[in-house]
């Protein structure tokens, strides 16, 4: 499986940032993950097949927002009110199966390369 993301930029603080995924497969639950300079890959969201149910980390809820499109095997990270602890590298990650239970990275079973987004104060 091979995951492409992209949107990753330098912004400020306040401002928005919009993530793509495109997964070559389809039948995967596909999710968001990031990792900061230092610190360990936290997972960010997470939307499943079919019926979209998504869970998102406490630091992010209200300001981001994932999105799929089952057709196009493709995920979305809309970021907005960004702050600068949510700079470091964006990873999309997908796992096997519809269904994701939890944002735990260990959980996904395929990577993408990452994309990095920086915001500055």
């Known amino acids: 499986v091979e995951l492409v993301e992209s949107g990753g930029d330098s912004v400020q603080a306040g401002g928005s940032l919009r993530l793509s995924c495109v997964a070559s497969?389809?039948?995967?639950?596909l999710g968001w993950f990031r990792q900061a300079p230092g610190k360990e890959r936290e997972g960010v969201a997470t939307?499943?097949?079919?019926?979209?149910?998504?869970i998102y980390a406490d630091s992010v809820k209200g300001r981001f927002t994932i999105s799929q499109d089952d057709d196009k095997n493709t995920a979305w990270l809309q970021m907005n009110d960004l702050k600068p602890e949510d700079t470091g590298t964006y990873y999309c990650a997908a796992r096997r199966g519809p269904f994701c239970p939890n944002l735990e990275p260990s959980g996904m079973d395929y990577w993408g390369k990452g994309t990095q987004v920086t915001i500055s104060s």
């Open positions: 939307i499943s097949r079919g019926a979209g149910q998504t």
């Open positions: 497969g389809s039948t995967y639950c």
